[in-house]
C-alpha cells in the first residue's frame, strides 16, 4: 500500500563505486522528483520527471542520471560516488508540474566512505 | 533564481506555548505549500495556499498566505510533543509550466515539556 517507496533506504559504499536508487510510486501522478536532503536539513531539487521528460535539471553534477522506464518509476543513478554525495535522497510524486501536494518516499540515507 | 527564506532556524518552546515560523520568497508565487518532517522521517504535506490573503486552519495550526503572495506563516496554538519536528515551506514561481518546489531550509521546532 506503500505510495511512493525507495530502495535501498540506507546504502553504504566506497568512493568510486557507482550506485543507483529505485523509486516507485502508485498513485498514479504525472511528475516524480528527486532531492537530496544535506546534513542541515535542507532540500534541494535535482530532478523531476513529467511523461518521461526531464523538466528541471539544477545544477546537479552529471555524475547523477535518473532514468525513468515508465510513468511511475524514476531510478536515479549515480557515478563515481564522492564523499560529498552523502546525504538523505527523497523521491517525491505530484499529481501534475503545477499544483498539488507532493508525496515523498521514506528516502536513501547515502553515505560514502 | 527563485529563493526561499524561512526563519526562525530553530525555535525551542515550552509545551503549551504558541509557535510561529516565517516564510518570505524573493519572487511572486503561485501558491505556497508546507511540510512537516518528523525526525528520521520524510516531508508529509501539510496544505496549500493559493489565493493572496487566503488563511486556512488545520485544528491548532493556522496558515497564511501574503497579500502580495510573496511571504507565509504558519502558527501552532498551544504545542504539543507531537508537533516535534521540522516545518517546511516550499514555493512554486508564478512563471508556470512543471517546476519543482524550492522549499526553505525549514524551522526545527523543539519541545520542552
Known amino acids: 500500500d506503500t505510495a511512493v517507496s525507495q530502495t535501498p533506504k540506507y546504502l553504504v559504499t566506497q568512493m568510486g563505486n557507482d550506485k543507483s536508487i529505485k523509486c516507485e510510486q502508485n498513485l498514479g501522478h504525472d511528475t516524480m522528483y528527486w532531492y537530496k536532503q544535506d546534513s542541515k536539513k535542507f532540500l534541494k531539487i535535482m530532478f523531476s520527471y513529467n511523461n518521461k521528460e526531464l523538466i528541471i535539471n539544477e545544477t546537479v553534477p552529471n555524475r547523477f542520471s535518473p532514468k525513468s522506464p515508465d510513468k511511475a518509476h524514476l531510478n536515479l543513478h549515480i557515478n563515481s560516488l564522492e564523499l560529498g554525495d552523502s546525504a538523505v535522497y527523497f523521491c517525491?510524486?505530484?499529481?501534475?508540474?503545477?499544483?498539488?501536494?507532493?508525496?515523498f518516499g521514506s528516502g536513501t540515507r547515502l553515505t560514502v566512505v | 533564481g527563485q529563493q526561499v527564506m524561512q526563519i526562525p532556524q530553530y525555535q525551542h518552546v515550552q509545551e503549551g506555548e504558541d509557535f510561529t515560523t516565517y516564510c518570505n520568497s524573493s519572487?511572486?508565487?503561485?501558491?505556497i505549500q508546507w511540510y512537516k518532517q518528523r525526525p528520521g522521517g520524510h516531508p508529509v504535506f501539510l496544505i496549500q495556499l493559493v489565493k493572496s490573503g487566503e488563511v486556512k486552519k488545520q485544528k491548532r495550526l493556522t496558515f497564511q498566505f501574503g497579500e502580495a503572495k510573496k511571504n507565509s506563516s504558519l502558527h501552532i496554538t498551544a504545542t504539543q510533543t507531537t508537533d516535534v519536528g521540522t516545518y517546511f515551506c516550499?514555493?512554486?514561481?508564478?512563471?508556470?509550466?512543471?517546476?519543482?518546489?524550492?522549499f526553505g531550509k525549514g524551522t526545527h521546532l523543539i519541545i520542552q515539556p
Open positions: 516550499a514555493g512554486k514561481g508564478s512563471g508556470g509550466g512543471a517546476d519543482g518546489l524550492t
Open positions: 517525491a510524486s505530484s499529481r501534475d508540474g503545477t499544483g498539488g501536494g507532493y508525496t
Open positions: 519572487t511572486t508565487l503561485s501558491n
